[in-house]
């Protein structure tokens, strides 16, 4: 069972580079997140989205943008790299409606921007 | 004051010790409460539930005070599998889940 899949799992980006955080489940849950989680931090959400075709801000949306364009796909891009996100990214599904709200994470996505 | 917000830890406990963690969240209308782990390097997993009654799953209870606006995870007979970071975690309008920082437990032996 794939679960939620990540790609790529590392990444090194120059300062100004531009990349898409690839995510997609196969579960299909409804619900899709995207988090960062700096060293000795807890998890940021940056987006989310409630299903195709819509999308919210989170609690640190500069600098990201994301489409939902299928139930399974959720791709996070960054434009312009900056230091600042230096940070590992989770993306993240759930289905509400079974009310148990288990987030089922994927493996992480470890970016650094030199 | 922050969304969620627990204790700083770390929590160092020998094996066998009982050690208890707090949260507590600044949204009075959040509707759904998790205590979720989070070993080294990796994905965060949920751990249990929380509901307003109570709840135990083996050697782990959580408890939840809503007018107090707290929760609470307690680690009964710890093992040294059981170190790791505990994350608070607190659904609000029923489609963010907020984190919080997490707080590291570690048991030796």
């Known amino acids: 069972n794939a679960g939620v899949t990540q790609t790529p799992k590392f990444r090194i980006l120059k300062i100004g580079q531009s990349m898409t955080l690839q995510c997609t489940q196969d579960?299909?849950?409804?619900?899709m997140y995207w988090y960062r989680q700096d060293p000795g931090m807890g998890l940021k959400l940056i987006y989310y989205?409630?299903?195709?075709?819509?999308?919210d801000k989170g609690e640190v949306p500069n600098g990201y943008n994301v489409s939902r364009s299928t139930t399974e796909d959720f791709p996070l891009r960054l434009e312009l790299a900056a230091p600042s996100q230096t940070s590992v990214y989770f993306c993240?599904?759930?289905?509400?409606?079974?009310?148990?709200?288990?987030?089922?994470f994927g493996e992480g996505s470890r970016l650094t921007v030199l | 004051r922050k969304e969620v917000e627990q204790d700083p830890g770390p929590f160092n406990v020998p094996e066998g010790a009982t050690v208890a963690f707090n949260c507590t969240y600044s949204?009075?209308?959040?509707?759904?409460f998790f205590w979720y782990r989070q070993d080294c390097r990796k994905e965060p997993k949920l751990l249990m539930s929380?509901?307003?009654s109570g709840n135990e799953d083996g050697r782990f209870t959580a408890q939840l005070n809503r007018a107090s606006q707290y929760i609470s995870l307690l680690i009964r007979d710890s093992k040294l599998s059981d170190s790791a970071t505990y994350l608070c975690?607190?659904?609000?309008?029923?489609?963010?889940?907020?984190f919080g920082k997490g707080t590291t437990l570690s048991v030796s032996s």
């Open positions: 993240a599904s759930t289905s509400w409606g079974d009310h148990t709200g288990e987030l089922f």
């Open positions: 579960m299909n849950h409804n619900y």
């Open positions: 989205s409630v299903g195709a075709g819509i999308t």
């Open positions: 949204n009075s209308a959040s509707q759904s």
């Open positions: 929380v509901y307003s």
């Open positions: 975690v607190v659904n609000q309008a029923g489609t963010a889940l907020i």
